[in-house]
């Protein structure tokens, strides 16, 4: 495309350049494309033209992504966490309907700024007309509010940067949007604490202030009922705040794991008509989703996603864009979809994709959903609400190196890496920068992929990374794409948290519901998990020594099992206790124990009941190459044979078996050693006195999963 050339400059009169001072707005009439190519070579001159001479100032307008309180960390953001009281935030400043109006001719000196304008706004302004510009700076003390009683789009072809404020708020059924519809995601760099040209997106810098508040909805609900192939009529389990005719609802698969397509029969759907708990669609269903009744107080149907939101910031399907919080102000995001967001970079691999020959990609660093970049105490007091990250190239909930944010009914539909994240650490020797506080609740990842698959290793829809005081409450993972280690939720290698982890869960993932890959050093109690469906295992535990505690949870129909035990225990030791693990005659054992590279302390499976699997409730599996299994089996319920010893595992260390309703404590042996033949077990088995007390009853969960998420409020005005 041929840049046009810029007309002449004009004499600015006095009268003209006061009239600039007291709107304290300045633009420059020149393309997108132009702002783009000149912060690529160098220049930062935004020279006005003839046309505009009068509306802004004479010579040069602010170039984006210069430092302007944004060039380095927020000062706490590189201490230690919890070395010192957080800081307390300032309070939101009150944004209203005043201000000068974005359609107002004299307010910008003659006419309005277009889509060839690079924007600065240094007093309040009301956008009251839908908008194109180049690119958007709001200067401290500036504002920019989206008229409420209005239906608006601001589109910009570069960067929007909010140094002052940001507020899109509508009333009603009104929608506010901010469209980035030009993004060149091969022009992205990447990294760092500063406004970058060629990334475009919204940042939010300095001290400035975000606001996106739209209108409060559940987000969402469990059906009531089996749906089939072919329904327009949902019955909910609770009435859905906030629905309407025209929303867009994903609805997810619920299917047993035999059958082709179970992580990924979704269901795309619009919404006719909502009366009480009753929902119209205006097409019909594509695929069944069975109501699950999994044993335990779960009996649960499809969850219906609602992916609508009247305030939306945008990107397009050919160019994502990214929303970069490193402000020293706390922000408020709530009932916000962002849609086409998350970049990525060509690699020099490629792929046999269904499309034919394509790049393998990789994710754009700090580019992602929504990105709360090393805030530390400063992002203390935030709470996120009924976002919606979707249609997401990369990590949609990104609380890096920021202590104190609250998710709260947030879902993650179709993106690609792991969904609710944050950075890593380099390698498998450094440890990960934590994050303190972080509380999901109510939250969903849903369809959460990356292509080519085999480079979803350990793909997770919640990366429960390391920090303190982080907390999963009543989140859902399902339609996890993932290769092997895949799972809904993840303790990562290197990356120690400690999570409160209640009332979660993970279905129709294509591996695991839970995956644990750690040295742990430290205690975790995961409890109240469901896990149901899932192409892998409900619990994939690993993998040296470990310190975990599973108690009261349900594991039905998966297809490799209940648990799969790699790692032995360290200190307490690990233990399962009140577990309900049915196999649904989809597996042939309930529990495997898989190689142990370490010797370490016992673990203990109690007052469980295992029942629908083909050959033994437990087998021992351990590899002959490996630490042999140190395994207590205490006040167990089997709904068959019990055990199994595998002629290809070493000797174990100790396997004890207490039946429950007896005292009597069996020592299980390899076969051909002393003891009692038990030709179903492939071992042998003798009575000890190595257990003191008295057999405890099978302890059944009673869990009791809500059926819609956690209800949600506007901001305010």
């Not at 619009?270 to 009753?278: A, L, M």
């Not at 129909?557 to 799969?564: E, K, T």
């Not at 396997?655 to 042996?669: F, P, S, Y």
Request: proline letters at 7%.
């Amino acid at each position: 495309m041929d840049i046009p050339p810029e007309p002449p400059r004009t004499p600015v009169s006095r009268r003209a350049l006061l009239r600039w001072l007291a709107v304290g707005t300045a633009f420059a009439a020149i393309s997108g494309e132009e702002v783009l190519r000149r912060s690529l070579t160098g220049e930062t001159r935004l020279v006005t033209p003839a046309a505009v001479i009068g509306t802004g100032p004479p010579g040069e307008a602010a170039p984006m992504g210069q430092d302007g309180g944004h060039g380095a960390a927020p000062p706490d953001a590189t201490a230690a966490p919890g070395t010192g009281p957080p800081e307390q935030p300032a309070p939101a400043p009150t944004v209203d309907q005043g201000g000068r109006r974005w359609s107002d001719r004299a307010g910008w000196g003659g006419g309005p700024p277009g889509p060839r304008s690079a924007v600065r706004i240094t007093d309040k302004v009301l956008l009251d007309t839908d908008a194109e510009v180049g690119s958007l700076l709001v200067e401290p003390g500036g504002s920019l509010t989206f008229a409420a009683d209005r239906t608006l789009t601001l589109a910009a072809a570069g960067n929007v940067e909010i140094r002052g404020a940001l507020a899109l708020a509508p009333d009603g059924d009104r929608v506010h949007t901010l469209r980035f519809p030009a993004v060149d995601e091969k022009r992205f760099q990447g990294d760092g604490m500063k406004v970058v040209d060629t990334d475009v997106g919204l940042w939010v810098t300095g001290a400035g202030y975000l606001r996106l508040d739209g209108a409060a909805k559940t987000a969402w609900v469990r059906a009531e009922r089996e749906l089939r192939a072919g329904d327009t009529v949902v019955d909910l389990a609770a009435p859905p705040a906030g629905w309407l005719p025209g929303d867009e609802l994903a609805v997810t698969p619920t299917g047993p794991p035999d059958q082709d397509g179970f992580a990924a029969a979704y269901d795309l759907v619009t919404v006719g008509s909502v009366s009480g708990t009753t929902v119209t669609l205006t097409t019909p269903l594509k695929y069944p989703h069975p109501r699950v009744a999994a044993g335990g107080g779960v009996t649960v149907g499809a969850e219906l996603l609602n992916l609508t939101r009247s305030v939306r910031v945008e990107g397009s399907a050919k160019g994502r864009a990214h929303v970069h919080l490193t402000s020293t102000r706390r922000a408020d995001v709530r009932h916000t979809a962002l849609r086409w967001v998350g970049p990525r970079a060509d690699t020099k691999e490629t792929w046999r994709g269904p499309d034919g020959t394509a790049p393998v990609t990789a994710p754009v660093l700090g580019r992602y959903g929504l990105h709360f970049h090393r805030l530390g105490d400063a992002a203390r007091g935030t709470v996120v609400e009924g976002v919606v990250v979707r249609d997401a190239g990369s990590h949609a909930f990104v609380p890096h190196a920021s202590h104190g944010i609250t998710f709260r009914s947030c879902v993650s539909h179709e993106t690609w890496e792991d969904a609710y994240w944050w950075d890593g650490p380099l390698d498998t020797r450094t440890p990960q920068q934590p994050s303190d506080d972080i509380v999901y609740e109510s939250c969903v990842a849903s369809r959460t992929l990356l292509e080519p698959n085999p480079r979803a290793y350990r793909l997770t829809g919640f990366n429960l990374g390391a920090g303190t005081g982080g907390k999963a409450l009543d989140c859902v993972a399902v339609g996890v794409q993932g290769a092997t280690g895949a799972s809904g939720f993840e303790w990562p290698e290197n990356s120690e948290g400690v999570w409160t982890f209640q009332r979660c869960l993970a279905h129709n993932n294509l591996q695991d519901g839970i995956f644990v890959w750690l040295n742990a050093k430290r205690h975790h109690v995961v409890t109240e998990f469901a896990a149901y469906h899932n192409g892998g295992w409900g619990i994939e535990h690993g993998a040296y020594l470990n310190d975990f505690d599973y108690t009261a949870s349900v594991l039905y129909g998966n297809a490799g099992g209940g648990v799969a035990l790699h790692a032995l225990g360290r200190d307490q030791g690990s233990n399962f206790d009140g577990l309900l693990i049915d196999a649904a005659g989809r597996s042939d054992f309930a529990v495997s124990t898989a190689r142990h590279e370490l010797p370490g302390e016992s673990v203990t499976f109690s007052r469980s009941r295992f029942t629908g699997y083909r050959r033994a409730g437990i087998a021992f599996r351990a590899g002959a190459d490996g630490k042999p299994d140190d395994v207590l089996v205490l006040d167990c319920e089997f709904g068959g044979n019990e055990l199994w010893l595998d002629p290809e595992a070493g000797a174990p260390k100790n396997i004890l078996l207490r039946r429950a309703g007896t005292t009597e404590v069996l020592q299980v042996r390899r076969a051909g050693e002393e003891g009692s033949d038990r030709p179903q077990w492939n071992a042998v088995a003798a009575s000890v006195p190595t257990l003191a007390g008295q057999s405890r009853p099978v302890q059944v969960p009673g869990l009791r999963l809500k059926d819609a998420a956690a209800p949600t409020a506007r901001v305010g005005r």
